[in-house]
T-cell receptor
Framework: GIQVEQSPPDLILQEGANSTLRCNFSDSVNNLQWFHQNPWGQLINLFYIPSGTKQNGRLSATTVATERYSLLYISSSQTTDSGVYFCAVEPWRTDKLIFGTGTRLQVFP | DADVTQTPRNRITKTGKRIMLECSQT?????MYWYRQDPGLGLRLIYY???????NKGEISDGYSVSRQAQAKFSLSLESAIPNQTALYFC?????????????FGPGTRLTVT
């Protein structure tokens, strides 16, 4: 089956720093989503981005489907950005979302 | 009000008990899903349903059953709970229309089996 790898596994930042999270996947997909899981366990949809680039405030994401990777950029990080960031992909025509193991981000004041 | 709701939000139960987790959605989506998350890991698919007559097993369906009572309701049952089913459970929905595959998640149910 498809492999979804996220890097780095852990990231520690000081408030105000920028970061880039990466998601590599091993096969064609028709869905790619980025989620933020906050310390209370809730999953928050960040981006639905099977291809192209999107921006939402301090966050942006780029997916290069032909090269099978996606990047999530966080600029001017805040302590509320702490949590785990998941990439999830739906392999072509499988109707099943496969999650990566996540990047745990800690932002300190 | 939240578009995807789950009840209960937290539950502690004993080994061998039957328990049902419920999911309701007001998004009007046809597709509904149940996932499980173990500590430190990503989510894994338990069951999914594309309409009330279509239910499919996911990656880890053993020990679970589901019921799609209506377009808006999808329930997950543990017939005889065991401790290794202690986990965070998420329900999700998606439109399922061509070109739109985004999934939307509920707030989760934290289940502890003692």
């Amino acid at each position: 089956g498809i492999q979804v790898e996220q890097s780095p596994p852990d990231l520690i930042l000081q408030e105000g720093a920028n970061s880039t999270l990466r998601c590599n996947f091993s096969d064609s997909v028709n869905n790619l989503q980025w989620f933020h899981q906050n310390p209370w366990g809730q999953l928050i949809n960040l981006f639905y981005i099977p291809s192209g680039t999107k921006q939402n405030g301090r966050l942006s994401a780029t997916t290069v489907a032909t090269e099978r990777y996606s990047l999530l950029y966080i600029s001017s990080s805040q302590t509320t950005d702490s949590g785990v960031y998941f990439c999830a992909v739906e392999p072509w025509r499988t109707d099943k979302l496969i999650f990566g193991t996540g990047t745990r981000l800690q932002v300190f004041p | 009000d939240a578009d995807v709701t789950q009840t209960p939000r937290n539950r502690i139960t004993k080994t061998g008990k039957r328990i049902m987790l419920e999911c309701s959605q007001t998004k009007g989506h046809d597709r509904m899903y149940w996932y499980r998350q173990d500590p430190g890991l990503g989510l894994r698919l338990i069951y999914y349903s594309f309409d009330v007559k279509d239910i499919n097993k996911g990656e880890i369906s053993d020990g679970y059953s589901v019921s799609r009572q209506a377009q808006a309701k999808f329930s997950l049952s543990l017939e005889s709970a065991i401790p290794n089913q202690t986990a965070l459970y998420f329900c999700a929905t998606s439109p399922g229309t061509s070109g739109t595959y985004e999934q939307y998640f509920g707030p989760g149910t934290r289940l502890t089996v003692t």
